[in-house]
C-alpha cells in the first residue's frame, strides 16, 4: 500500500496541520519509503524468537502503582484559567 500525496494531505487536515506542495511531496517519499522498509521487516523469519519488551532481563522494574494525596491541588486550580465543577475547562478540539 502505498501513500499518496492525498493522504497526506487527509491526514495533515485531521492533524491540523499545513505543509507547502513540495513538503506535501517530500512527506510523501518519506512516508512511502518507512512503509517499503516495514514491508522488508515483515519478511524476516522470525519463528522461534521470544517477544521481548527490553534488552536486557528487567523484571518488574516500576514502583507500585499506589494512589496518593497532591498537596498543591488548590495552586494548581488556581492557576487555570477557567475552571467547571472543579474540572479544567479547555476549548472543544474535535468537530
Known sequence: MAVTVEDVKRIA????????????????????????????????????????????????????DEPEDFAHVDELRAQAPEMTEGYFKVPRIIE
Open 13 to 64: 487536515a485531521l492533524a491540523r496541520l499545513q505543509f507547502s506542495g513540495d513538503e506535501e511531496e517530500r512527506l510523501t517519499g518519506e512516508l512511502n519509503r518507512i512503509l517499503h522498509y516495514m514491508e522488508k521487516l515483515n519478511g524476516l523469519d522470525t519463528d522461534g524468537v521470544k517477544p521481548t519488551s527490553h534488552l536486557a532481563p528487567v523484571a518488574n522494574a516500576f514502583r507500585p
